[in-house]
Nanobody
Framework: QVQLVESGGGLVLDGGSLRLSCAAS????????VGWFRQAPGAERKFVAA????????HYADSVKGRFTISRDNAKNTVYLQMNSLKVEDTAVYYC??????????????????WGQGTQVTVSS
């Protein structure tokens, strides 16, 4: 069982930066791959980025490539999402999620076993 808690969301101006954190508790977190998803009002939850169990592989949605960076520190049981050059359209609730297959290529919500409660990111023009 893994519990996930996101933090770091907030209000930022267009072009600004935020770093989200996903703190995990539970056994063997270092063997889990982790993804970030986001959900805007009235929209479905969408894939943003994912990282493999050891941090060796990562994948990004086209909409965030070159602006967002996912990383992890297994010693701290934490995964990060550095978000730069934020745009108004990045406004959403951001969720971290984990699955036990270790790979970073899973991009569908149903492929993830564990979810956090989400953190709100609002980008203002």
């Amino acid at each position: 069982q893994v519990q996930l808690v996101e933090s770091g969301g907030g209000l930022v101006l267009d072009g600004g930066s935020l770093r989200l954190s996903c703190a995990a508790s539970g056994r063997a977190f270092s063997s889990y791959a982790v993804g970030w998803f986001r959900q805007a009002p009235g929209a479905e939850r969408k894939f943003v980025a994912a990282i493999s169990w050891n941090g060796g592989t990562s994948h990004y949605a086209d909409s965030v490539k070159g602006r967002f960076t996912i990383s992890r520190d297994n010693a701290k049981n934490t995964v990060y999402l550095q978000m730069n050059s934020l745009k108004v359209e990045d406004t959403a609730v951001y969720y971290c999620a984990a699955h036990d297959r270790g790979i970073a290529t899973l991009k569908n919500t149903y492929e993830y076993n564990y979810w956090g409660q989400g953190t709100q990111v609002t980008v203002s023009s």
